[in-house]
């Protein structure tokens, strides 16, 4: 167990610790006093029928998330809703390598699967909250896959699904992106097995990432129209040094490489032995897919190739020049579009 400040209420607050208990992993293992990170906007109905649960992606917490898709007056409005955004496990802000004591912490953090996620935010829903419908679910990249485990695992419960800029199974050509991210920080020597002193120790990793992430996250016409300009930075060095290994430089080696590892193995399948249509099929959501249409870890037709899968599903390509980290937010016009089509969904009966 380290330290590390980057995971604190002043920089991702507001969040409440949920103990969900002792909780046992598809992997073998058992995270004793499991704590689930939650930052909650607006109220629940006595009917319990008007919650909305949003799941985090890699290196992303809820602070992201409410800062970019939350808001009065928007298609999320704490307003109508109450707006669940649990941090997943291993995000630094929920129990994670790098705030677990322990011979379990760091390194030897057992290995969690999107699976494990979703049945420990049902646990919470239920139990702590007592809410047994969700008006929708939505999530941007793995916060997409857990998005598809939770309405193919609990299909009686998600009225309506959103899953954007991810797939209900991780494609081989993500697989192996997501490995090269895994080897900037594994080839660092100041990682030394995990078992480094400070996160700090491996910046040379930290930054090799967000140099990876600047090529793979966004789009080639991202910088062909001088994006990184428009966002406050004249040159593409003061881009990855500002932007980029600003976001990433301050993270958990070991709590991205429990992140990747589960983001690697991201699959619904597993539900029906391996039949990918037959895990969609039992999706009952009103299911909008939404791709971002320069996407390169995600492109459209990945995730055309399963909405065809999903009874009643429609395809709603995100259109901008962001690439994958349009997520953020960059380009006002994305954040319209997905407003606009959430909107829409949750206007939808289901």
């Not at 139990?127 to 419908?133: K, M, P, V, W």
């Not at 619904?268 to 009952?284: E, F, N, Q």
Request: charged fraction near 20%; glycine fraction near 10%; aromatic fraction near 10%.
């Amino acid at each position: 167990m380290i330290v590390n400040s980057y995971y604190s209420q002043e920089i991702h607050g507001p969040y409440e610790l949920h103990d969900i208990g002792d909780f046992a992993l598809e992997e073998g293992g058992t995270i004793k006093n499991c704590q689930l990170a939650v930052a909650t906007y607006g109220k629940l109905n006595a009917a319990k029928d008007n919650a909305i649960l949003i799941t985090t992606w890699y290196s992303g917490t809820s602070k992201i998330m409410s800062d970019v898709y939350v808001g009065e007056g928007r298609a999320l409005d704490p307003d109508k809703y109450f707006i669940v955004i649990v941090n997943q496990i291993g995000s630094g802000l929920s129990t994670s390598p790098h705030n677990t004591d322990g011979p379990n912490g760091m390194a030897n953090f057992p290995k969690v699967r999107i699976a494990d996620d979703v049945r420990a935010q049902h646990k919470l829903l239920t139990e702590t909250f007592g809410i047994t419908s969700l008006a929708l679910v939505t999530g941007g990249s793995m916060g997409a896959q857990q998005t598809y485990e939770w309405a193919v695992a609990y299909p009686e419960m998600v009225r309506r699904a959103a899953p954007i800029a991810g797939t209900a199974r991780t494609t081989d050509h993500d697989f192996l992106f997501a490995d090269a991210v895994r080897d900037t920080l594994l080839s660092d020597p100041g990682f030394n097995g995990g078992d480094y002193a400070a996160s700090s120790d491996v910046a040379a990793g930290l930054r090799n990432q967000a140099k990876l992430w600047s090529v793979m996250g966004w789009s080639t016409e991202f910088y062909v129209q001088q994006r990184p300009k428009a966002l406050g930075f004249e040159t593409i060095d003061a881009f990855i040094d500002g932007f980029m290994n600003g976001y990433f430089g301050p993270m958990d080696p070991n709590d991205l490489l429990c992140l990747a590892w589960k983001w690697q193995r991201a699959d619904v399948s597993r539900h029906t032995g391996g039949d990918l249509a037959a895990a969609l099929k039992r999706i009952k959501a009103k299911t909008f897919v939404l791709p971002i249409q320069t996407d390169m870890f995600f492109p459209p037709v990945d995730c055309a190739r399963e909405a065809d899968l999903i009874p009643g599903a429609e395809l709603r390509v995100l259109k901008t020049i962001d690439g994958h980290l349009g997520l953020f937010g960059t380009d006002a016009e994305y954040v319209r579009q997905v407003d606009a089509h959430l909107m829409e969904l949750l206007a939808t009966p289901a």
